[in-house]
T-cell receptor, first 113, second 113 residues
Framework: EPEVTQTPSHQVTQMGQEVILRCVPI?????FYWYRQILGQKVEFLVS????????KSEIFDDQFSVERPDGSNFTLKIRSTKLEDSAMYFC???????????FGDGTRLSIL | AQSVTQLGSHVSVSEGALVLLRCNYS??????LFWYVQYPNQGLQLLLK??????LVKGINGFEAEFKKSETSFHLTKPSAHMSDAAEYFC???????????FGGGTRVLVKP
């Protein structure tokens, strides 16, 4: 069964540095998402992406964050000037259309030191 | 705004016993409802979903859930727990054909032999 693939599985970064989290959605999917889960807290929606643009974003997704689909297969989340509170598990998800459920990757654990 | 409450962050059941995980939601419109499971070091896997139609929904691994509009609930059950059911379970809600998922806090299930 096709899967959403996320790399790396664990990223350790110094505070203030930029980090890029990578996702390869399922190949025929058209809607893409990023969520995050801070340890001990709920899974939170960050951003959705459709037709090469952001379709919705949460209050968390401020100017520090950006997303890109650079080559038709990858979907990336960039976090600039990382802060300690950015430490979390970041999940990528995709779906084929708005009526189908989202499929999630295994996540990237981001640790900011 | 939508919200999801899962009663009990941890549930312990004996192998062969009934598994009951509670989920209540708040939504201004009839929602779409989902249960996801997360095994250790893995992503979120869809167990089942309710969109429209029959209110009793069957999912994978012997799980089922019933949508009760009057109680704003979508509780997950399995008649007989198996050791492999040990995982964390997340209830989530979206607007009909909506974009983002709103998650509950999760319930971690421990299965005792």
């Amino acid at each position: 069964e096709p899967e959403v693939t996320q790399t790396p599985s664990h990223q350790v970064t110094q505070m203030g540095q930029e980090v890029i989290l990578r996702c390869v959605p399922i190949s025929n999917h058209l809607y893409f998402y990023w969520y995050r889960q801070i340890l001990g807290q709920k899974v939170e929606f960050l951003v959705s992406f459709y037709n090469n643009e952001i379709s919705e974003k949460s209050e968390i997704f401020d100017d520090q964050f950006s997303v890109e689909r650079p080559d038709g297969s990858n979907f990336t989340l960039k976090i600039r000037s990382t802060k300690l509170e950015d430490s979390a598990m970041y999940f990528c998800a995709s779906r084929i259309n708005i009526n189908q459920p989202q499929h999630f990757g295994d996540g990237t654990r981001l640790s900011i030191l | 705004a939508q919200s999801v409450t899962q009663l009990g962050s941890h549930v312990s059941v004996s192998e062969g016993a009934l598994v009951l995980l509670r989920c209540n939601y708040s939504s201004s419109v009839p929602p779409y409802l989902f249960w996801y499971v997360q095994y250790p070091n893995q992503g979120l896997q869809l167990l089942l979903k309710y969109t429209t139609g029959a209110t009793l929904v069957k999912g994978i691994n012997g799980f089922e859930a019933e949508f009760k509009k009057s109680e704003t609930s979508f509780h997950l059950t399995k008649p007989s727990a198996h050791m492999s059911d040990a995982a964390e379970y997340f209830c989530a809600v979206s607007e009909p054909a909506g974009n983002k998922l709103t998650f509950g806090g999760g319930t971690r299930v421990l299965v005792k032999p």
